[in-house]
């Protein structure tokens, strides 16, 4: 599955205009139906994005617990706090300033988190008794490092600052610094250290609400949204924190069914949505998985922000379908999906590389009811832009003097071949075909698999060949031409014309041949549609469900051969 999901990625990224949707990376065998992860890790800050000091707030909910998830994502707590502001630091030398945690000296006034500590020699039975004896300090926390619990006193910029405070404070320790898997928490906007967390690579921080008196079911704020379940902090070598929501993944599927779909769409389109992206998340629940979690919370996997977005409807698509997958032969599918057809779905090879069973192209009658916004669009492209997009993307062509299309079986382009002056052949296939001739630079935008392209008018362009080498090789431009002269040295021929360095001087070529066009230097490409043409078209649901069908009728139109359930 590999082949075909990692090469979507890639030219997904190269296409984000035309890419409404998941069309994903998955990386994993088929897995099978019968245990479909329960509680999904979601990326929300991670790799260039990780944080140095990242907040939480109750929202629904009082006060948090700290633990941690062990592989079978069972959550272990292993203390408390009454505080509904927490603040997760790296364990670093942290600088608050106006209200915010950097971890370089900010100009002007600050105070410091430092991530020197003198740890004091007593081993303390759990987080309570830990707590008890740092109570007793000013500055004391509890701290719970390589699976030991201790009293910690203080926070210095420095090891030798700790040692000086240990022999001042006349304290029964050693000063210290953590591992640089460690995360510190702090009351947020202050500098007082609430708990500290090193468990090495062994595992992560994992903060969890707690309910409020009304029991109602907990929610987060995180960053202007807010989100159910717990959040994870992982330190990847050391670094800063990735962010990641773990929760349950009915919840997670709350979170992405309205940024997906619109929630003013017709319930059984939201419930095949709902669908999909549940079997999307089941069945690349590792994609992220060097990263410390599942999935991110982009395009490149499913767009998910908690639950600020959520409504009745998109909670109800959720609701009505929990639990439910779409299968094949009893494994789940890698789902596709994408915004709309313009007039049939592709096989999965076609535009990526791998024909899986149940990925096969249908033609689409119910598009035509609902309006997509990309019914039709066109380009136009003069030779000279198609050599110029070529060359902008790497490919070392001379002018372009031809295009031949193919299309598939489904009427949707197939490939595309780019015929040079020099006679040379750049020929692309699958997704390519589909996005080689988009440029935002020329402001042509080809929006789906779906289109043709035909030449329009004459040739106008006429590009003489010269042969040089007895023959035995053609040149489209002299001013790229080198020869080598009498001395031994190669120059640049450039003279107006096509010319060889001879060993009296230089002699003038003149035009063997002129190369043809094939008709014209200005092609038309018409198409219809947004997006790979793989899998379920959102519109294509919209217009089934106003048509009365069922998300089941929805998900067996665009997926062949598969169950739901
Ligand atoms: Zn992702």
Redo the contacts with the bound molecule.
């Keep these: 599955m590999k082949n075909l999901l990692k090469r979507a990625s890639g030219l997904i990224l190269a296409l984000c205009l035309v890419l409404t949707a998941a069309a ?2 998955p990386g994993t065998p088929a897995r099978a139906y019968s245990n479909p992860v329960k509680t999904v890790k979601i ?1 929300l800050y991670y790799g260039s994005d990780a944080m140095a000091a990242a907040n939480l707030q109750n929202y629904v909910g009082s006060g948090f617990s700290f633990g941690y998830y062990d592989p079978d994502r069972v959550f272990h707590q292993v203390g408390e706090t009454a505080e509904t502001k927490l603040t997760m630091l790296k364990d670093w030398n942290m600088y608050l300033s106006g209200g915010a945690y950097t971890d370089a000296a900010p100009s002007g006034s600050y105070d410091v988190v430092g991530c020197f500590h003198v740890r004091l020699s007593q081993s303390c039975g759990d987080f309570a008794a830990a707590k008890r004896l740092a109570d007793q300090y000013t500055g004391g926390f509890p701290a719970f490092h390589e699976g030991k619990w201790y009293a910690c006193v203080g926070s210095y910029t420095s090891q030798a600052a700790a040692e000086t405070a240990l022999v001042e404070r006349g304290l029964n320790g050693k000063a210290m610094t953590a591992s640089s898997g460690c995360v510190t928490v702090v009351a947020t906007g202050t500098t007082r250290i609430l708990f500290q967390f090193d468990y090495g690579t062994a595992a992560s921080l994992a903060v969890r609400p707690k309910a409020d008196s009304s029991g109602a079911k907990t929610q987060t704020w995180f960053k202007g949204y807010r989100y159910y379940g717990a959040f994870q902090y992982t330190r990847i070598g050391g670094g800063n924190m990735n962010v990641i929501n773990v929760l349950d993944i009915e919840d997670y599927i709350k979170g992405v069914v309205p940024y997906e779909m619109s929630s003013s769409w017709p319930l059984e389109a939201l419930k095949a949505q709902a669908v999909c992206a549940r079997t999307y998340a089941a069945s690349y629940v590792d ?2 998985a060097s990263q410390g979690f599942d ?2 919370c ?1 395009d ?2 499913q767009v998910y922000r908690g639950t600020n977005n959520a409504a009745d409807n998109t909670n109800r698509a959720v609701e009505e379908t929990a639990g439910q997958y779409i299968t094949y032969n009893g494994s789940l599918c890698q789902i596709f999906y994408f915004s709309s057809d313009g007039g049939a779905t592709e096989d999965s090879e076609n535009v990526f590389t791998e024909a899986l069973p149940y990925l096969r192209g249908v033609e689409d009658p119910w598009e035509q009811y609902v309006y997509t916004g990309k019914a039709s669009w066109s380009c136009t492209y003069t030779l000279s832009e198609i050599t110029n997009i070529l060359q902008s993307k790497g490919y070392r062509c001379a002018q372009i003097v031809s295009v031949t299309p193919t299309y598939t079986r489904m009427g949707n382009i197939g490939s595309l071949k780019f015929t040079d002056a020099n006679g040379k052949n750049w020929v692309f296939t699958n997704y390519s075909a589909g996005s080689i001739l988009y440029s935002a630079a020329y402001g042509k935008y080809t929006y789906s698999m779906r289109f043709t392209i035909t030449p329009q008018g004459e040739l106008s362009v006429t590009v003489p060949i010269y042969y040089v080498n007895d023959g035995g090789e053609t040149v489209a431009e002299p001013a790229q031409a080198y020869a080598v002269g009498s001395g031994g040295v190669a120059e640049p021929v450039d003279l107006g014309g096509a010319a060889v360095l001879t060993g009296s001087g230089t002699e003038t070529l003149s035009p063997a041949s002129v190369a043809s066009g094939g008709g014209s230097d200005t092609y038309v490409l018409k198409g219809s549609g947004w997006g790979h043409n793989v899998g379920m078209s959102q519109y294509g649901a919209k217009a089934m469900a106003e048509q009365g069908y069922t998300y089941v009728d929805i998900l067996k139109f665009y997926f062949t051969g598969v169950d739901i359930g």
């Design positions: 994903a990376l990326g994609h992220h999935l991110c982009g490149d996997c």
